[in-house]
């Protein structure tokens, strides 16, 4: 998985929040999660661990600018994910 996945996903979220939701939620529909190395590691702690317990694979991003510019949005992002289709 690469940005360019997360640019052309269709479904998708953006931010921990709406990320952690999912993951709670909807485990198994999620088919990768982004995380940004310069967020806060409390922040994205526990997207980490979600993820990992839902066996998702995580892909890590240098920056929060480069994950939310990936998602089509003008701010930083510390997290996004790929819903399945």
């Known amino acids: 998985m690469s940005l360019d996945d997360i640019r052309q996903a269709r ?3 953006i931010g921990t929040n709406q990320t952690l939701k999912l993951l709670k939620q909807f485990g198994a529909q999620v088919t990768c999660v982004y995380i940004a190395r310069d967020a806060e590691q409390h922040v994205v702690s526990p997207v980490e661990q979600l993820a990992e317990k839902n066996t998702v694979p995580i892909v890590w991003v ?3 600018r480069q994950l939310g ?4 949005i003008e701010v930083g992002a510390a997290t996004a994910s790929i819903i399945l289709n």
Do not use: I, R
């Open 62 to 64: 240098d920056t929060m």
């Open 69 to 72: 510019k990936a998602c089509g």
């Open 11 to 13: 479904k998708k979220t």
